[in-house]
């Protein structure tokens, strides 16, 4: 499956070659979305009230679980700076922050979140992005970050040091976090996933544009004037 | 990452600055070359105008609207429309591609509009410019409320005649690289009829 890894990939290119599969996942997950997610973002972001702080404190603890696995990942990167960041992150938020509900490291302490995927890593170690792939419930993917987010579970230090119902517990909270992100970006999901002539292809080029300029490649250049 | 007082005063200085450097660009006209500092001052007058349409409190037609009438006046509107259709673009005639490109043009306003309606109480800081290929690149940082800052890139060219800005990049997504998807399943949908695609068109976005 990851014999399509290979690098060089052209800045700019789309590498689909299981297009038809990805589509029917797609059709499945804007289904999901128009049915369930959406209604149940809607519900958690609706104005300034109890309620969406209630939200934003369970996201923020399910964020926090995934500090330690963020410092492995930035120290597989050779980024040690970042990795103690997240380090001291993750230990302010579970004391100060009453075992990271509250996000004082990023308000007080100047430690804001620096995003590492086990995705990242596989980058910064020179492997090639590979095909694109639309995960069921995940959405949109490629080969190495599929590959990267099996690896992220296994890796995981909070799976060695939380029982199994404090882990299921964590990974609950981040998906409520991720309902609370929809209803966040309402507005953005709504537009590309439901009012798209094609939102598959909308979708795809969105993601992989904003996912290279995540891992630091240069975009394309689109020079109109000279076409 | 608090800002010190004196760069603020910096900044709006500069803003002003600026603001007087995008008249002077716009009266000036093709005759005056463009550069990093008209570029520049090109974005930050048409984003002071976007923040004021923005912070009107207007009802969102009327909002969509003056967002159409900013995005006509600093965007380089035609090459834009011309670049989302394609090769459809060539075949068109004069009058044809006129009626699209006028309804690209109220689409956009919606579109964009809808999301920067969103962006209430949030300020875009110009950060740099520099030019990229045989074009300008104007970078900026938005930074909106209970999000993180976002990086948005401005291309901005005088191949027009007048210094206008053709492209932007938000956090690596290009907008005209997604138009011309966009643009092109729409007209993919409508088997390549031209004056089907800009009925669709006014009603989208």
């Known amino acids: ?227 | 990452m608090t800002p010190m007082p004196n760069e603020f005063h910096h900044r709006s200085r500069r803003g002003f600055l600026g603001l007087i450097g995008a008249g002077l660009v716009a009266a000036a006209g093709p005759a005056h070359a463009l550069d990093t500092d008209g570029a520049r001052a090109l974005i930050e007058t048409s984003l002071a105008e976007v923040h004021a349409v923005i912070n009107s409190g207007r009802p969102p037609e009327q909002m969509y609207r003056a967002f159409e009438a900013v995005f006509a006046r600093y965007a380089d509107v035609e090459i834009i429309a011309r670049s989302a259709l394609g090769p459809a673009a060539r075949q068109a005639s004069a009058a044809a591609f006129a009626a699209y490109r006028q309804a690209f043009q109220g689409y956009i306003g919606r579109k964009y509009g809808k999301r920067f309606r969103e962006f209430v109480g949030s300020r875009i800081e110009v950060t740099g410019a520099k030019p990229v290929k045989s074009f300008y690149a104007v970078t900026s940082i938005a930074y909106l409320r209970g999000r993180s800052p976002m990086e948005v890139e401005w291309h901005v060219s005088d191949k027009s005649g007048k210094s206008r800005y053709f492209n932007i990049i938000i956090e690596g997504v290009n907008m005209l690289a997604s138009e011309r998807a966009e643009i092109g399943a729409m007209l993919a949908r409508r088997k390549g009829d031209l004056a089907a695609l800009t009925a669709d068109l006014q009603r989208a976005g």
Not at chain 1, 38 to 66: H, I, K, Q, T, W
Not at chain 1, 188 to 197: C, G, K, P, T, Y
């Open chain 1, 1 to 227: 499956m990851l014999a399509g890894c290979a690098p060089g990939r052209g800045s700019g290119e789309i590498n689909d070659p299981f297009e038809p599969m990805n589509r029917k996942i797609h059709a499945f997950n804007r289904g999901l979305d128009a049915h369930v997610v959406r209604p149940l973002g809607a519900g958690m972001s609706g104005g300034e009230g109890a309620g969406s702080r209630a939200v934003a404190a369970v996201g923020n603890f399910g964020a926090n679980l995934a500090q330690p696995g963020r410092a492995v990942n930035h120290l597989l990167q050779g980024r040690p700076g970042p990795a103690a960041r997240s380090t001291l992150r993750f230990l302010v938020n579970t004391t100060v922050g009453l075992a990271g509900f509250l996000d004082p490291a990023g308000s007080d302490f100047a430690l804001p979140e620096e995003d590492a995927d086990f995705g990242r890593t596989l980058a910064a170690w020179g492997m090639g992005e590979g095909a694109y792939l639309e995960l069921p419930l995940i959405g949109p993917s490629t080969q190495r970050d599929a590959l990267g987010r099996v690896v992220e579970l296994i890796i995981d230090p909070m799976r060695g040091w939380l029982n199994r119902d404090q882990y299921l517990i964590g990974v609950a909270a981040r998906v409520v976090s991720k309902a609370g992100e929809r209803g966040r970006f309402a507005g953005s999901v709504d537009s590309i996933l439901h009012e798209s002539a094609d939102s598959y292809a909308q979708a795809r080029l969105i993601w992989l544009q904003h996912r290279r300029h995540e891992l630091g490649q240069e975009g394309e250049h689109i020079d109109p004037y000279a076409e």
